[in-house]
């Protein structure tokens, strides 16, 4: 099979509007796709030997692929190919991206992403505002409704001086955050930057007015969660070297310095604890029977 006859007999088949791809296709011959991405053209064949006889097949990228200067059009591409070949939405086909688990739950079920509140609550919703400040022994309205900025806009607004101090923790946005120099000229503009971190060469650290040493996930005890939802107990394999604490460490004795209450956790048992309060049978989400001591 001749790489036109694939492109013509196997991907016209599932595209509607084929006569107005063909123009576009023709444009990137293996030859000229060889040369815009320095793969060999014996390799862009064989790919699309594999595609085109499979019936049925399967995209899985971490996260270079999306995290790069053209990830977005990375991932358009990879889908709009599923899409073309009609390996999509049918068994044994699709397009995966195997992202940042465990942050994705931490998100959704600790709250820390944009608006969101303990438990897949959002600060956006009444009734989930008003059950975060029972649980937290909070006056009513104290937490505000409101979304803000995003990643990128949180960046963006560092840079107009809207946000003057920026406490980074468990990520290094230099090296991962679309448009560095976005990113550090934000961070050059900011009046405090706290970067919370395990490794001294991590590229952010060198934009920090304060460096907290924080802990390797081996370094404390806590909890691991899989992607089918199972839980791990993980307790502390070695010491942190050094001054280094625990992330929760670090956290619950600044906000005591500052003065707020309910940070008073003497162990990581207990911030799990807290966690475990959070149930939420709206959406399933309950961990309210476990208990990291046993």
Known sequence: MAWNAIDHDFIARHTRDWDKMVPFLTQYAPEQ?????GIAIDDLKQAAYWIAESGAWMSLWTMGLNQSVTGTWHTNALCNLHLATGAICKTGSGPFSLTGQPNAMGGREMGYMGPG??????A???ADRAFAEKQWELPTGTIREAAGFGTIGMF?????????AIWIICTNPVASVARRDGVIAALQKA????????????ETVS????????ALWAEGDGVQVNS???LTLTPAAIPPPGDALPDWQIISRVASAMGYKGFDFTSAADVFAEAAGFANPRTGYDISGISMNG
Not at 33 to 37: C, D, R
Request: glycine letters at 8%.
């Open 33 to 37: 796709v060889a040369e815009t991405t």
């Open 117 to 122: 509140l303990p438990g897949q609550r959002t």
């Open 124 to 126: 956006m919703v009444a």
């Open 156 to 164: 963006e607004a560092m840079a107009r001086g809207e946000i003057r």
């Open 191 to 202: 009046e405090c930057v706290i970067v919370q971190e395990a490794f001294e060469g991590a």
């Open 207 to 214: 934009y920090a007015d304060i460096l907290l040493p924080g």
């Open 228 to 230: 089918d939802r199972t």
